[in-house]
């Protein structure tokens, strides 16, 4: 038997990407379609309004923050995910700190850190 106290507190704090991947395993696998249990545990029991708007936060910034030792890997990944020409994409590689995408939904700001970090970036979602 599942502990449900121990369970409603990991979906209580869940992140809003979180919450996406549980709403597509939920109604892939098990066909749930799960859109008003999810809006539940999106937002806080007792997180009061700030954690609400970050709960429902949909769109970010995916800040880079430094290249990392890996710089031309990451200046391609620039290149790819906004892109922009070598020459723009290694403007924005050496001015880190950046915003290398502005208000990106949560999908896309993800993938983007997920291919900066594999070039060897440090990336923060903002």
């Known amino acids: 038997m599942a502990n449900i106290e121990k369970l ?3 979906l209580v704090g ?4 979180e919450v996406n991947e549980l709403s597509n395993t939920l109604k892939e696998k098990y ?3 799960p859109a008003a249990a999810v809006a539940a545990v999106a937002a806080p029991a007792t997180g009061g309004e700030a954690a609400a708007a970050e709960e429902a936060k949909s769109e970010y910034d995916v800040v880079l923050k430094d290249a990392g030792s890996q710089k031309v890997a990451v200046i391609k990944a620039v290149k790819d995910i906004t892109n922009l ?3 723009e994409a290694k403007a924005l590689v050496d001015g880190a700190p950046k915003p290398i995408l502005e208000k990106a ?3 896309e700001a993800e993938e983007a850190k997920k291919k900066l970090e594999e070039a060897g970036a440090t990336v ?3």
């Open 124 to 126: 923060e979602l903002a």
């Open 8 to 10: 409603a507190e990991e």
């Open 105 to 107: 939904k949560a999908e």
């Open 14 to 17: 869940l992140t809003v990407l």
């Open 85 to 87: 020409g070598l020459g």
């Open 31 to 33: 066909g749930i379609e």
